[in-house]
């Protein structure tokens, strides 16, 4: 694989089917809670507003992309390192899905999924007890370059 591998600290007996499962709990848990209720005042509004954004340049893009860190994710359809590595014969698709994006106000279907691990939340903590992991997303780098122009 290509990166490295994540370190999940602990080790637990549960599927991630378990996992699935105690975190839908959580969220459901949390919606029946706060059904009824209503939203927290507005302390202060902006200004402005943002209708639009306007298209980005191949050497804005090239520019995200080469200071971005080089860590990729299984997700990803080619390596972060060989984005970088052969970014002048990728960078007119890359910004084209950059622009398309900001267009769109949606990013493609390839790019709006994300790997979850269940991480512990301290060090140390009890592996067996789920209530100790939180939920982490290894996104797709080019959503992370479209979260960059944003």
Do not use: W
């Not at 209503?38 to 804005?60: G, M, N």
């Not at 390839?110 to 939180?134: C, E, F, V, W």
């Amino acid at each position: 694989m290509f990166g490295r591998q994540r370190d999940v600290t602990g080790s637990t007996s549960r599927s991630a089917d378990d996992f699935a499962v105690f975190f839908a709990k959580k969220i459901d848990d949390i919606r029946n809670d706060t059904a009824g209720l209503p939203p927290p005042p507005v302390i202060s509004q902006a200004p402005s507003s943002l209708t639009s954004f306007r298209q980005y340049t191949e050497a804005e893009v090239r520019r995200i992309v080469m200071k971005s860190p080089i860590k990729s994710c299984s997700l990803d359809p080619v390596p972060t390192f060989i984005l970088h590595e052969f970014i002048d014969l990728l960078l007119p698709y890359a910004t084209r899905m950059v622009n398309a994006s900001l267009a769109q106000g949606r990013l493609p279907l390839s790019q709006r999924h994300a790997i979850a691990t269940p991480l512990l939340k301290k060090p140390g903590q009890d592996g067996s007890d789920m209530s100790n992991y939180r939920p982490v997303s290894n996104l797709t780098f080019m959503l992370k370059v479209v979260e960059r122009v944003v």
